[in-house]
């Protein structure tokens, strides 16, 4: 069974920065594409960004402060979040799946969540 863990998120100060990790287990992601979506209040899941074999993506209210990065040896996918902003605030999700997409519905398996709140 394939899981996929979240670190725990926190408060930081507009203009600050967080870094995210998820650990996954039951499959390698080596070959795999894995993602980080958001979920605002009162907003639907959003694309945030995403790493496969061929590349990487980025939506494009992150690019330029987001990066994303896996260690395969570690099975384990980061997402370094800096300049952010208080509309950054949101629960941030990691997703896994075999496709290169934006869509939530396409990946396969989710963590939990984590809440990343930034305060003005």
Same mark, same amino acid.
């Given at each position: 069974?394939? #899981?996929?863990?979240?670190?725990? !998120?926190?408060?930081? #100060? +507009?203009? !600050? ?8 287990? !039951? ?11 958001? #979920? ?8 945030? +960004? ?8 980025? +939506? ?51 963590? #939990? ?8």
């Amino acid at each position: 069974q394939v #899981q996929l863990v979240e670190s725990v !998120g926190g408060l930081v #100060q +507009a203009g !600050g920065s967080l870094s995210l990790s998820c650990a996954v287990s !039951g499959r390698t992601i080596s070959g795999y594409s894995v993602g980080w979506f958001r #979920q605002g209040p009162e907003k639907e899941r959003e694309f945030v +960004a995403s790493d496969t074999w061929s590349g990487s993506d980025f +939506a494009d209210f992150v690019k330029g402060r987001f990066i994303i990065s896996r260690d395969n040896a570690k099975n384990t996918v980061f997402l370094q979040m800096n300049s952010l902003k208080p509309e950054d605030t949101a629960v941030y999700y990691c997703a896994a799946g075999s496709r290169r997409s934006t869509i939530p519905r396409l990946y396969d398996y989710w963590g #939990q969540g984590t809440q990343v709140t930034v305060s003005s």
